[in-house]
């Protein structure tokens, strides 16, 4: 993908960053020249991710749910890759399920992962960023505006996720640390929308309701990521972006009964 925003000599940090949308959005921090950290649960995925990023790039190894260890995990790399000017939130996890055949710790699990994930993401990033011209990138989802059957657990996890972007935006703006969210549409190869839309039909049913009347790609999303972490946005705080051709506009639902 080609650059057409210049991140040379600044240092980016993606949580979640070795696979689907978000791999996307490290790529696309690599390849505008910004010094690169990735991180996730899975060591392998880590290190597969790092040497697809190519020479600089650094991996970690941490859950989200694990506070401590997000805060070492940053600690880390500001120390090896210097002060830090952009952190994208991006673990999240989903599955499809009737609330009713929901458990407590299927609820729990997903609400760990996305909403207190990026909390601790945030908060641990907070220390090295309070100055002018840090940005702070949470990736939310449809589901925090939109209600869809079989996602209730996503749906009360990235409305809240949203709402701590907000809040964010209004008690660090002051120290001239930017908060914004992303909000991917749906974005064809990834694991989301495999589980969501598991049929070749599927894909193309959820591909006409957009307006634009395609998947989305991770570059769309990275782009916006871009946009968000650049001084184009450098008045930007608070927003809620979506990079989804329109389709939360068009009030889609997925999933039925």
């Known amino acids: 993908m080609t650059a057409t925003f210049d991140f040379t000599g600044r240092t980016v940090f993606v949580?979640?960053?070795?696979?689907?949308?978000?791999?996307?959005?490290?790529?696309?921090?690599?390849?505008?020249?910004?010094?690169?950290?990735?991180?996730?649960?899975?060591?392998?995925?880590?290190?597969?991710?790092?040497?697809?990023?190519?020479?600089?790039?650094?991996?970690y190894t941490f859950d989200v749910r694990d506070p401590a260890a997000v805060a070492a995990a940053l600690d880390a790399f500001a120390a090896a890759a210097g002060p830090i000017d952009t952190v994208v939130s991006g673990a999240a996890g989903n599955f499809p399920a009737l609330a009713k055949d929901l458990s407590p710790n299927g609820f729990k699990a997903v609400v760990d992962i996305d909403l207190l994930g990026t909390f601790h993401v945030m908060k641990?990033?907070?220390p090295h960023m309070r100055r002018p011209g840090g940005s702070l990138i949470n990736v939310s989802a449809p589901q925090a505006a939109q209600p869809m059957a079989l996602q209730a657990h996503v749906c009360a996890a990235k409305a809240g996720v949203d709402m701590l972007t907000r809040c964010l935006a209004i008690e660090w703006g002051p120290e001239g640390?930017?908060?914004?969210?992303?909000?991917?549409?749906?974005?064809?190869?990834?694991?989301?929308?495999?589980?969501?839309?598991?049929?070749?039909?599927?894909?193309a049913a959820v591909a006409r309701s957009v307006p634009l009347r395609r998947l989305g790609t991770p570059e769309d999303v990275a782009r916006a990521c871009l946009f968000l972490g650049s001084e184009a946005a450098s008045y930007v705080s608070g927003a809620i972006l979506p990079a989804d051709g329109g389709w939360l506009q068009a009030g889609v639902r997925l999933g039925s009964r």
């Open 15 to 59: 949580a979640g960053g070795t696979s689907g949308i978000n791999l996307g959005i490290a790529r696309a921090f690599a390849a505008a020249g910004a010094r690169l950290g990735v991180a996730s649960r899975g060591a392998e995925k880590v290190a597969a991710a790092v040497a697809l990023l190519g020479e600089g790039a650094l991996g």
């Open 124 to 126: 641990a990033a907070y």
């Open 177 to 203: 640390l930017r908060v914004n969210a992303v909000v991917p549409g749906p974005i064809d190869g990834t694991e989301g929308m495999a589980r969501l839309a598991p049929s070749d039909a599927a894909r």
